[in-house]
């Protein structure tokens, strides 16, 4: 291989330049030599400066190329301001230094092009091989670091994929192979295609899953849009993620994917209450649109939460939701009542209950934005907390000043001591029947009840002081047996909804409570519509959850997700499967759910609380008030006059609801069905033709019968 002409000239020129500099100071200082030389050297500065200041690539080589002239201006300075040769011979060392400068470096020759190919010597003609596709061409390394360059050779090895070229590679902190790299199309306005996660993975000898792609977004300085592409490369930290993940990569990763517990969702914190030994996951919808769709028991398989429906509790937001965690079931402790938190404030709220997150939980005795009172819903199955709910409400209503009858359909000991706190109680359906008739021809006596300021009657008016009666409350329990009484199951039923609907603006309210909200078991969809509207329906454990979740929906005007009350809340312990292979019986450590109910608010939420306690042990004393609240003496004289104000434990008097049959009747039932109403607040004809018309009973069905065929 021959040297370049161009090269063998630049060594001459050195060389011969060589003595010129350091002889002719010495000999001829004012000759033009000196001239000559000089202003090559500001020449030589001038470029230099402009190099440095220019943005285009390639400074370095062009401040190398005006460095000889720049030195050799240099040399003559030196060598005419040192007298004679100067000290040890100084300018022919300094003339000899700058050629064996050139010899070494040649600036021109080999850096005027960026890429050096020497000139080779003239050679014989050869075969040539075929051309090779076009590939995407160079890109100039442009100052690129050392990774990015290497980079690059990885990148145009594997082909240039989809026609990009690699403009840089940065690398993640703190990691060895983790980076992300900058691309490119190599067409200039042609968008980037057929570019995936496989591609660049492939071209870098990672997994799939190790890379993510994403758009460039425009930024000062820089271009974006299609043809730009960004690639994150991070086999380092998805090693690390998969092995030891963080609770937000967890969350990510098993909970926020399409067949994860909550698709579509984002963690927002987690935080620990040690004090109260519970964790919470607070979440939000990455979409504030969406309605979050949540797998409790998906969840917890993510999170590696114990699914157990008693500690572990889900509260839905709008778009957000709190997941709580708790170390033991947080509705198994006990929140005794006391005459504080049964006292009514301003507004008629007291507090009833307590939630999962100890939140108190309100209800009313009256309904303060409507001005009128307010009625009652309770529901659930036997020994799951109602009459425990009637009396802190009873009481709430008792220090309201507020009067309470109860009627039940069988006697127990719980509603007989709650008779010593209230004006009247009684345990059958005729006890029932009766009040019910009572308070609805209340109804009519307080519409012309004048108020003592202007002489008028007027509508019920909560925490007026001049009105002249108390609100009354007429409590139902196991209203639904009562409704379906083969003799009274058609007046309680037909009482039960007209107070429902008029008695608010009397100042009664109506509280029924059974097993089921539904028209097939006495709760006509009227009836239901107003105890929905106005009260706040308490449900507990209705024997299934599913059960309790369909009534809780059967009160809600808008259904929300219904938390679940379970049989009995039991931590889990340990593994089922193990228990069976080595033969052991399951932990009994089961808390009865008793008195954990679903309420259901004004917004149509349900939420799972705690009620409050009233033992029935101990004296109730401390949470009635010290007075039964009563009828005023009016309302008493005009019951009386109607004959309704008597002792309603006595037996059913002669004509007190259908008349007496006649004596050449054939039947009783003939009579009852066809008698007009009685004195005492007895049905009418329209009474007995709605009698007639609804069958509730094998007996009514045979009576209605014989009347039918005058048998």
Not at 91 to 96: P, T
Not at 655 to 669: I, N
């Amino acid at each position: 291989m021959s040297t370049p002409r161009s090269v063998v000239l630049e060594r001459l020129a050195y060389t011969l330049g060589a003595p010129v500099l350091a002889v002719a100071p010495n000999v001829c200082p004012d000759s033009a030599v000196h001239q000559v030389v000089q202003l090559a050297g500001v020449a030589g500065i001038g470029g230099s400066f402009l190099a440095a200041r220019s943005d285009a690539p390639g400074a370095g080589r062009k401040i190398l190329r005006w460095s000889p002239l720049v030195l050799a201006a240099a040399v003559d300075v030196a060598a005419k301001t040192t007298a004679g040769w100067g000290p040890w011979w100084l300018d022919g060392l300094l003339a000899a230094g700058w050629a064996g400068a050139g010899w070494l470096v040649m600036p021109f020759s080999r850096h005027t092009r960026r890429r050096h190919r020497p000139a080779l010597a003239v050679r014989a003609p050869q075969l040539q091989p075929a051309e090779a596709p076009e590939s995407a061409p160079a890109q100039p390394d442009a100052g690129a670091d050392l990774l990015t360059r290497e980079a690059r050779v990885l990148w145009e090895r594997a082909g240039s994929p989809a026609r990009t070229y690699l403009v840089k590679a940065t690398r993640h902190p703190g990691q060895r192979h983790d980076m992300t790299i900058l691309l490119h199309s190599s067409e200039t306005g042609r968008p980037i295609t057929g570019l995936s996660e496989a591609v660049v993975a492939a071209s870098f000898g990672v997994h799939s899953s190790d890379v993510v792609l994403a758009e460039v977004a425009v930024q000062p300085g820089r271009q974006g849009g299609p043809g730009w592409m960004e690639a994150c490369i991070t086999p380092d930290a998805n090693a690390r993620r998969r092995m030891r993940p963080t609770v937000q990569e967890r969350w990510s990763d098993r909970v926020a994917g399409p067949k994860g517990g909550a698709p579509g969702s984002v963690l927002v914190h987690k935080t620990r209450d040690d004090e109260r030994g519970v964790t919470f996951y607070r979440a939000r919808m990455a979409d504030a649109t969406d309605t979050p769709r949540i797998d409790l028991a998906k969840v917890c398989r993510a999170l590696g939460l114990p699914e157990d429906d008693s500690c572990v509790f889900v509260l839905i937001d709008g778009a957000e939701f709190l997941i709580s965690v708790f170390d033991s079931p947080p509705l198994s402790q006990i929140f005794r009542a006391t005459r504080e938190l049964l006292t009514p404030d301003a507004k008629g709220m007291y507090v009833c209950g307590y939630t999962i997150t100890g939140q108190p939980v309100k209800t009313m005795v009256y309904q303060h934005d409507k001005n009128a009172p307010a009625h009652g819903l309770t529901l659930g199955v036997s020994r799951s907390g109602k009459t425990q709910f009637f009396a802190i409400h009873m009481a709430a209503q008792s220090l309201d000043g507020e009067v309470v009858w109860l009627g039940t359909v069988r006697k127990d000991e719980k509603t007989s001591v709650l008779g010593q706190y209230i004006d009247r109680q009684g345990s059958n359906a005729l006890w029932m029947a009766r009040s019910l008739r009572t308070a609805k021809a209340l109804c009519a006596i307080r519409a012309d009840m004048p108020w003592p300021h202007d002489g008028q009657p007027h509508d019920y008016k909560p925490g007026d002081p001049r009105c002249p009666y108390r609100q009354l409350n007429v409590y139902g329990d196991e209203f639904m047996t009562a409704a379906q009484d083969a003799d009274l199951g058609e007046f309680i039923q037909k009482d039960g909804e007209d107070l429902t609907v008029t008695g608010l603006k009397y100042g009664i309210g109506f509280n029924p409570a059974g097993q089921s909200p539904f028209a097939h078991n006495g709760f006509s969809t009227e009836m239901k519509d107003n105890l929905r509207q106005n009260s706040r329906p308490v449900i507990f454990n209705m024997g299934s959850p599913g059960a309790t979740r369909k009534a809780a929906e059967g009160t809600m005007e808008n259904t929300y997700d219904v938390p679940t009350i379970p049989a009995r809340y039991s931590r889990t312990e340990g593994s089922a499967i193990e228990r069976a292979m080595r033969g052991e019986a399951d932990p009994e450590n089961g808390v009865s759910t008793g008195g954990v109910a679903v309420i259901v608010l004004d917004n149509g939420r349900a939420v799972l609380m705690r009620a409050l306690y009233a033992d029935f042990d101990t004296d109730l004393s401390e949470l009635f008030p010290d007075e039964v609240n009563r009828l005023t003496d009016y309302e008493i004289a005009e019951l009386d006059k109607r004959g309704l104000w008597f002792d309603w434990n006595e037996p059913m008097r002669p004509g007190e609801f259908w008349p007496e049959p006649d004596e050449d009747d054939e039947g009783e039932g003939r009579s009852r069905q066809r008698g007009d109403g009685g004195k005492g607040g007895g049905r009418g004809s329209k009474g007995g033709g709605r009698r007639s018309e609804q069958v509730a009973s094998p007996r009514q069905a045979l009576e209605a019968i014989k009347s039918l065929t005058d048998a």
